[in-house]
């Protein structure tokens, strides 16, 4: 019994330092109300032991079990003492197991509590992992967007650094035209200085996004074809001003015509060739035979012969003999 009371003493020091919310807390308490049920048995019956070497009759009277069979008065009055004496313990038995019973039941509805609000934290857990996944997701979106804030940034400066520079080209050009006399009125029309700061710029046709290589818009620039050659160009979004926007009927004209420009002037090299072939020296005079002259003069000739053929060629998409 005594080895039985130091336990208890041990599991209680167990149960003392357990969170009492907590499942294993309700197991614990558990086993040290069995364990105290079990010394209550084990008082119970030394108690009656000693009762029996001891039954008090009242009056003085106090004999042992076997003193008290030595006749029929004993056997009575043992007999009223027994039943007495078993009630009381019985009902004080009964209190304590009723009370065990309850503490155990409260126990057992801990336990069932603690499992539940156990498995909400549970739930709870996957619903937080399912959250940092989708957290993990979201920064790769934030990391990309952050590269193109900061890619965007950069383009703004620069296009703030040009702002400035054609700023104080503006101002000094404006100091300029101001220390000149210029007359009353202005000689070139603002809408015709427009036109020609327009002309100036590089064509361009067939703008569309820019499509990186995920296939995917990359609103960050634009693609387009020069009018000029038909290259296709990438041109950052802030520099999108810095180009003519034309059609590809436009472009097409504006490369005929250029190219036409090129074979006019080259046709009138070809005359100016022709004239300035010398013709006022003679053959002994010059030094130099009349045929090497002459050749040197048809050697030029065919080299201009074939580029001009080419562009009639890229002109009219033929070759048209030239005499």
Same mark, same amino acid.
């Given at each position: 019994?005594?080895?039985?009371?130091?336990?208890?003493?041990?599991?209680?020091?167990?149960?003392?330092?357990?969170?009492?919310?907590?499942?294993?807390?309700?197991?614990?308490?558990?086993?040290?109300?069995?364990?105290?049920?079990?010394?209550?048995?084990?008082?119970?019956?030394?108690?009656?032991?000693?009762?029996?070497?001891?039954?008090?009759?009242?009056?003085?009277?106090?004999?042992?079990?076997?003193?008290?069979?030595?006749?029929?008065?004993?056997?009575?009055?043992?007999?009223?003492?027994?039943?007495?004496?078993?009630?009381?313990?019985?009902?004080?038995?009964?209190?304590?197991?009723?009370?065990?019973?309850?503490?155990? +039941?409260?126990?057992? !509805?801990? $336990?069932?509590?603690?499992?539940? =609000?156990?498995?909400?934290?549970? %739930?709870?857990?996957? #619903?937080?992992?399912?959250?940092?996944?989708?957290?993990?997701?979201?920064?790769?979106?934030?990391?990309?967007?952050?590269?193109?804030?900061?890619?965007?940034?950069?383009?703004?400066?620069?296009?703030?650094?040009?702002?400035?520079?054609?700023?104080?080209?503006?101002?000094?050009?404006?100091?300029?035209?101001?220390?000149?006399?210029?007359?009353?009125?202005?000689?070139?029309?603002?809408?015709?200085?427009?036109?020609?700061?327009?002309?100036?710029?590089?064509?361009?046709?067939?703008?569309?996004?820019?499509?990186?290589?995920?296939?995917?818009?990359?609103?960050?620039?634009?693609?387009?074809?020069? +009018?000029?050659?038909? !290259?296709? $160009?990438?041109?950052?979004?802030? =520099?999108?001003?810095?180009?003519? %926007?034309?059609?590809? #009927?436009?472009?097409?004209?504006?490369?005929?015509?250029?190219?036409?420009?090129?074979?006019?002037?080259?046709?009138?090299?070809?005359?100016?060739?022709?004239?300035?072939?010398?013709?006022?020296?003679?053959?002994?005079?010059?030094?130099?035979?009349?045929?090497?002259?002459?050749?040197?003069?048809?050697?030029?000739?065919?080299?201009?012969?074939?580029?001009?053929?080419?562009?009639?060629?890229?002109?009219?998409?033929?070759?048209?003999?030239?005499?």
């Amino acid at each position: 019994m005594k080895e039985l009371a130091l336990e208890i003493a041990a599991q209680e020091d167990v149960v003392s330092q357990l969170d009492s919310r907590t499942a294993k807390h309700a197991e614990e308490s558990a086993k040290l109300a069995e364990m105290k049920a079990q010394l209550a048995a084990m008082e119970a019956q030394e108690t009656i032991t000693n009762q029996f070497e001891n039954l008090d009759f009242g009056d003085g009277m106090i004999v042992s079990l076997r003193e008290a069979c030595a006749n029929e008065e004993y056997y009575q009055l043992l007999s009223m003492w027994i039943q007495t004496y078993i009630g009381d313990q019985a009902q004080k038995h009964a209190a304590i197991v009723n009370s065990y019973k309850s503490e155990i +039941s409260a126990q057992e !509805e801990a $336990i069932i509590d603690l499992t539940a =609000e156990v498995d909400r934290l549970n %739930e709870q857990i996957d #619903e937080f992992t399912e959250s940092i996944a989708s957290a993990s997701r979201l920064q790769l979106v934030i990391d990309d967007l952050t590269a193109k804030r900061d890619s965007a940034g950069v383009q703004l400066a620069e296009a703030k650094e040009e702002n400035e520079r054609l700023t104080k080209d503006n101002e000094s050009l404006r100091k300029q035209l101001e220390g000149q006399n210029a007359p009353a009125t202005p000689q070139v029309d603002p809408a015709e200085l427009f036109r020609r700061i327009q002309a100036a710029k590089p064509g361009i046709y067939n703008k569309r996004w820019y499509i990186n290589e995920r296939g995917l818009e990359d609103r960050r620039y634009f693609a387009a074809n020069l +009018s000029t050659t038909g !290259e296709e $160009i990438t041109i950052p979004l802030l =520099e999108i001003g810095k180009y003519r %926007e034309e059609s590809p #009927e436009e472009a097409e004209r504006f490369r005929q015509e250029k190219t036409a420009e090129e074979a006019a002037k080259l046709a009138e090299n070809l005359t100016h060739q022709d004239i300035e072939v010398p013709s006022f020296q003679g053959e002994e005079d010059a030094g130099v035979p009349t045929n090497t002259v002459s050749g040197e003069v048809a050697g030029q000739d065919d080299e201009i012969r074939i580029r001009l053929e080419r562009l009639e060629r890229a002109v009219f998409g033929e070759v048209k003999e030239v005499a």
